[in-house]
């Protein structure tokens, strides 16, 4: 029996308060798996477990259809030092629900959830539907994502539920971090030193700051480095040998991590090391049936700069969901009941328009 919207979306609303109830940083995730879970069973729905990864198939799974992922993720960061609201008491004020993870990305698990079980038991769909509820996202832990796929069956084409204010991510850069080390000659301070690794490191940032990749993307523009971390010294009178820089790298679909990595090596002013090239850009076809079905109701499609499951997928995919990226990490993180109630119903439109393709 299919459940009405509207009542999944309050179900969805509900789950997502005690969602935000539950302390559920990244590994410690254990008790919101449960939570899923339960909600999961609620409607009848067969749940498998991996880790704190909650995952399940729609009820007359076909091998012989191709598969859809839905998956979103339960884990959060910290609550950082500037919020003035407990960040695990869900309370709604001015039509805003308040609390750690519920922007990011509680409102769109649970709506993504909703609509899984809006679509587990119709048998007339010309795709599998896979839900996962994940964890360790937020640190890109070994237990997350990348631990499911290769125990799920090929994924043609994937939903993942980030706050995109419903339009649709066609593309995601990826990332790459680098540390580097620019060296020079230790000293004490008040002798000569024309190798002063701190002031050799004024030409290094000054380098990042103006190097151009060539290569622009027509949906996710151009790769851009940021230098994020700097550390030198220990002594008011010893000049450092080295100083240690971090680099911050997204990646557009122009370059794969390796190149880039080729790239830097090659000119970079400085000693680098990436610590992994795993997390690459991804993308789906804008001529996608899937991405068509959420333009034929109004969505407008953009390249995303920030970093979400998607990395660890190899097949197309589409960011997409309710709430607003610039509030995720944020102190008093909020996502307004309508963008919940509106996800819902997006979500599930846009695959009854994929569906009939």
């Not at 909650?54 to 191709?66: C, G, H, L, Q, R």
């Not at 679509?119 to 937020?138: C, K, P, Q, V, W």
């Not at 000293?187 to 190798?195: C, E, L, V």
């Not at 390249?303 to 610039?326: I, N, R, V, W």
């Amino acid at each position: 029996m299919t459940i009405d919207k509207d009542t999944l979306a309050q179900e969805a609303i509900a789950l997502l308060k005690q969602l935000i109830s539950i302390p559920s940083f990244s590994e410690e995730e254990d008790e919101t798996a449960d939570a899923i879970d339960t909600w999961l069973k609620k409607f009848g729905v067969v749940t498998k477990r991996q880790y704190n990864n909650i995952y399940a198939f729609n009820k007359y799974y076909d091998e012989s259809k191709p598969n859809l992922l839905l998956n979103s993720h339960h884990d959060t960061v910290k609550p950082n030092s500037a919020y003035t609201k407990n960040p695990f008491n869900p309370h709604v004020e001015d039509g805003k629900l308040y609390g750690l993870g519920s922007n990011d990305a509680g409102g769109c698990l649970c709506s993504l959830l909703a609509t899984f079980v809006y679509f587990y038991e119709r048998d007339d769909l010309g795709y599998n539907i896979i839900m996962s509820a994940t964890a360790e996202e937020e640190d890109a832990g070994d237990k997350s994502i990348s631990a499911l796929l290769p125990i799920l069956p090929e994924i043609e084409v994937a939903i993942v539920g980030e706050p995109t204010l419903m339009q649709l991510a066609i593309a995601e850069k990826g990332l790459v971090v680098f540390e580097g080390r620019v060296d020079g000659t230790p000293s004490h301070a008040a002798h000569p030193n024309d190798n002063n690794s701190i002031y050799n490191t004024i030409e290094v940032l000054e380098w990042f700051k103006n190097y151009r990749f060539p290569k622009v993307s027509d949906v996710l523009g151009p790769v851009k480095m940021t230098v994020t971390q700097i550390n030198a010294g220990s002594q008011h009178n010893v000049v450092p040998g080295h100083v240690d820089l971090v680099i911050d790298t997204r990646v557009n679909d122009c370059y794969t991590n390796e190149e880039v990595n080729e790239i830097l090596q090659k000119n970079a002013p400085c000693k680098l090391t990436p610590r992994s090239l795993n997390l690459s850009s991804s993308a789906i076809d804008i001529n996608h049936p899937l991405v068509q079905s959420g333009i034929a109701i109004g969505r407008e499609t953009y390249g995303s700069p920030t970093l979400s499951d998607q990395a660890e997928l190899s097949c197309q995919s589409l960011k997409l969901g309710p709430g607003d990226s610039t509030r995720s990490h944020s102190a008093n993180e909020f996502i307004y009941i309508r963008e919940i109630e509106e996800g819902v119903d997006l979500y599930i439109d846009i695959l009854e328009g994929f569906f009939k393709k």
